[in-house]
């Protein structure tokens, strides 16, 4: 989403595939990522308006969740919420072996400030082992810019002595998913492509297309 203009209002849908009403609500979480990608969340404030904020979905049917951005329009940064459509428990029959199981599913959502564009700088190489035994390159990427960047928008050269590879985007976004890099921040990816033997050092070079 965008901070201004049409891009400043989005839709989450919710279908209901199951075989009774589903009442479910909207709560909202602002996020940021740490360099593993885990995310530390607090409590968003007025920044969006949810319409509707709670639904009771019959069964088979889809509702819409409409996004509004309420918050400042010149934005100077990127920032990042996650939207989590919770399942609003339901009063039970009241015997002792009734088991009630909720689920809560998050959506992220990143809203760009007017103007500027993202960058991703390789800032640094190294090998990860995983637990059998198998090497495999990793990548930290810094993003200098006030927009968030996503990473699998690149294409990553890996090459170890004569050794070379070369990961499309879309093999990046098939094993790190959305790999969202906020600004300022920086995030460490393993790349999906194993090492030949006795590879002791990588070198990674980026190139990075928001257009992907």
Same mark, same amino acid.
């Given at each position: 989403?965008?901070?201004? !203009? ?7 849908? /919710? ?10 609500? *909207? ?62 428990? *339901? ?15 998050? /959506? ?7 103007? !500027? ?9 190294? *090998?990860?082992?995983?637990?059998? !035994? ?21 294409? /990553? ?20 998913? *959305? !790999? ?33």
């Amino acid at each position: 989403m965008s901070s201004t !203009g049409r891009l400043s209002r989005g839709v989450i849908t /919710v279908v209901n595939d199951s075989e009774v009403p589903l009442p479910v609500e *909207i709560v909202i979480k602002r996020a940021n990522l740490d360099p593993r990608g885990v995310p530390h969340l607090s409590n968003a404030g007025d920044e969006f308006l949810v319409m509707p904020p709670q639904a009771l979905i019959p069964p088979g049917a889809t509702q819409n969740f409409r996004l509004q951005w309420l918050g400042e329009p010149l934005l100077e940064k990127s920032e990042s919420f996650f939207f989590y459509v919770n399942q609003i428990p *339901i009063k039970l029959s009241g015997s002792r072996h009734d088991v009630q199981l909720v689920f809560s599913v998050g /959506v992220m959502v990143n809203v760009a400030p007017p103007r !500027g564009q993202p960058a991703l700088n390789v800032v640094g190489n190294s *090998i990860v082992t995983d637990k059998g !035994g198998r090497h495999y390159p990793a990548i930290t990427v810094e993003n200098p810019t006030n927009v968030h960047a996503l990473f699998p928008q690149s294409v /990553v050269q890996v090459s170890s002595g004569s050794w070379s590879e070369t990961i499309s985007s879309g093999e990046l976004a098939q094993f790190i998913g *959305i !790999g969202l890099v906020q600004p300022g921040h920086r995030r460490r990816f393993v790349l999906p492509v194993p090492l030949p033997p006795g590879a002791t050092s990588v070198q990674c070079r980026l190139q990075f297309d928001p257009r992907r």
